[in-house]
């Protein structure tokens, strides 16, 4: 066998084992969408990553981490905070956050979980602690992750769950919302590494924005008896798979091990369950040339859920590979603000009817509602294609009001 | 606009990087997932990629192909990726259990192939991904890895005898 087909062979492999992984036809859009009119897409509050993903596998656990090493200050809730897009207040998430009292305190950290949140009815939870330096030295603090009921957070929607450096005598707010996993229960266990520094932080430029540029920086840094460190907090080290970061930074030489800990404690369940707003109007609305059908919707404090049908006579286009379903339904309130903050769903294939119509069906889902709507408006989009630029039309002539209840 | 300069105006800027997202997308989650293990953070590394790849479009000058320029993108963003969050505290040795499901009817040796290119060490997975899965040659894979081509040489003779057996044996299923 020649290397060409090696490598046709290879490609295959591969292809078919990861058929699975499928492209997001509106990334390009999203994107350029973002960037023209958001500063971020990776902000926690602007990111809408799950805005239409096709495939039909939900989230196992995602978090999102706010303010990795905002300010210390008594009082103030990051959780709220995650749950606030304006200046106006989430009255409803922070009446319903339970104050925790479940702390760590070892010979350099105290770690305080103070807050949480969590969503039985729509599937999700939400942290806040705080961890402070008990010494005068600076100390550099890694999260080693989060378990709820025994199982490991392994998926996410956002990242920034930063490890940082904590100044001796100071303190960190931290946050984390994220999905429960399948069989989630009560109880929650976070671990952590503190790691003491050898020597002072330097921080890297990083000259033209390499990952080589940078651990050559990095490496001068450390010759020069620094240690590099990345304008996002984390210090900069060639990872070695075969061992976890903390390990990879001891290995430098330039750490040693402060103390390791983990934090088991139990979350109170059923805090939210008044939150349950539920559909309960009329299930279909018929359009000229398209019938609209609410199979189930409900929203929490937290999250939405709406599982949409759309009956059309012919099936309805689809762009194929890279495309999609060529229609999508708008979620908006009907004074048209900010009210989510991660929310995307499935597009379920079409199947016909007995009648000889075709039904097709997108379950949607929010998950960090900046407040709860009463009322929801539904508006179907519909896609063409123009060259090969998508052109969407909305049918706002055919607005559908939910309200909840 | 392989081999060019970037696009001129605004216009050109959104077909160009509509084209550019279409023809990589997939192949980069393939990739990137084969890196990090975790179909979010692929997810969350291709999209962190195209944002790079939207905002440098008007200064790519076309030093090198437009394809090992992506590759380069990507990579880095996946070491990134690999630096930060969770992606520390999931297992490391990556398992048949842990991929996703598969959409499409399956020969055995697909799993065993994909499976031994993911537990490769990072410096051999990213060249023999590189070599075999993006068929770019040894100085494309040297300009997007920032090595000399004699590295990537060896490197790519080392994940072969790691592999020896797995990649030729895909023949024998054919």
Not at chain 1, 319 to 342: H, L, R, S
Request: charged share 25%; proline share 3%; with cysteine.
């Amino acid at each position: 066998m020649n290397e060409k087909q090696q490598k046709e062979l290879f490609c295959r492999a591969v292809d078919r084992r990861l058929s699975d992984l499928r492209e997001d036809p509106w990334l390009a859009q999203r994107i350029m969408n973002s960037e023209k009119g958001v500063s971020s897409v990776n902000t926690a509050k602007n990111k809408k990553k799950l805005s239409r993903p096709l495939a039909a596998a939900v989230i196992a656990i995602a978090f999102i981490i706010a303010a990795g090493t905002v300010a210390f200050a008594l009082g103030h809730s990051n959780i709220t905070d995650l749950f606030t897009y304006t200046d106006k207040p989430n009255d409803s998430i922070t009446e319903a956050i339970q104050i925790m009292d479940s702390q760590y305190k070892g010979e350099f950290v105290k770690l305080s979980v103070n807050e949480s949140l969590y969503d039985r009815l729509g599937g999700t939870c939400t942290l806040g602690w705080s961890v402070e330096n008990l010494g005068e030295n600076e100390l550099y603090i890694i999260c080693d992750g989060i378990v709820f009921g025994g199982e490991k957070a392994e998926d996410r929607t956002a990242i920034n769950m930063g490890e940082y450096v904590l100044y001796g005598g100071t303190a960190v707010n931290s946050a984390t919302h994220g999905t429960l996993p399948a069989n989630a229960d009560n109880n929650c266990t976070m671990g952590f590494t503190v790691l003491r520094p050898l020597a002072p932080f330097m921080q890297v430029s990083k000259s033209d924005g390499t990952y080589e540029a940078e651990l050559e920086q990095a490496a001068e840094i450390r010759e020069q008896g620094y240690i590099p460190l990345h304008t996002n907090g984390t210090v900069i080290t060639e990872l070695d798979a075969d061992i976890s970061y903390a390990e990879s930074l001891l290995a430098t030489g330039q750490f040693e091990l402060a103390e390791r800990f983990s934090l088991n404690f139990e979350i109170e369940t059923e805090l939210l369950d008044e939150s349950l707003r539920v559909y309960n109007g009329a299930k279909s609305f018929v359009f000229d040339d398209y019938e609209i059908r609410i199979r189930s919707a409900f929203t929490t404090a937290t999250t939405a859920h709406i599982d949409v049908e759309y009956i059309t006579p012919e099936k309805p286009l689809d762009g194929g590979k890279g495309i999609g379903p060529m229609w999508d339904i708008v979620f908006t309130t009907p004074e048209g603000t900010d009210w989510t903050g991660n929310a995307g769903g499935s597009f379920i294939d079409p199947v016909q009817l007995d009648d000889g119509r075709w039904s097709s069906v997108y379950e949607y889902e929010a998950i960090q509602l900046f407040e709860q709507p009463e009322v929801l408006c539904l508006t179907l989009a519909t896609y063409e294609m123009d060259g090969e630029r998508i052109v969407s039309t909305e049918h706002t002539e055919d607005k559908i009001e939910l309200v909840f209840e | 606009m392989s081999n060019s300069k970037g696009p001129d105006n605004a216009q050109e800027r959104r077909l160009v990087f509509e084209r550019i997202v279409g023809q990589y997308q997939l192949p980069l989650l393939r990739m990137c997932y084969l890196h990090l293990s975790d179909k979010s953070l692929a997810e969350d590394a291709v999209q962190e990629s195209f944002i790079k790849i939207y905002r440098s479009l008007d200064s790519f000058q076309g030093q090198c192909s437009e394809k090992t320029w992506i590759m380069k993108i990507a990579m880095n963003t996946c070491y990134d990726m690999n630096r930060s969050g969770w992606s520390r505290f999931v297992e490391r040795k990556v398992t048949p259990d842990m991929l996703p499901e598969a959409s499409t009817e399956l020969e055995k040796h697909d799993e065993t192939l994909t499976l031994a290119v993911m537990n490769l060490p990072r410096k051999l997975r990213e060249v023999i991904l590189l070599y075999y899965y993006q068929d770019m040659n040894t100085l494309e894979i040297s300009d997007s890895l920032g090595i000399s081509q004699s590295s990537v040489s060896g490197r790519l003779k080392r994940a072969r005898e790691k592999l020896r057996g797995i990649i030729e044996g895909s023949e024998s299923h054919e």
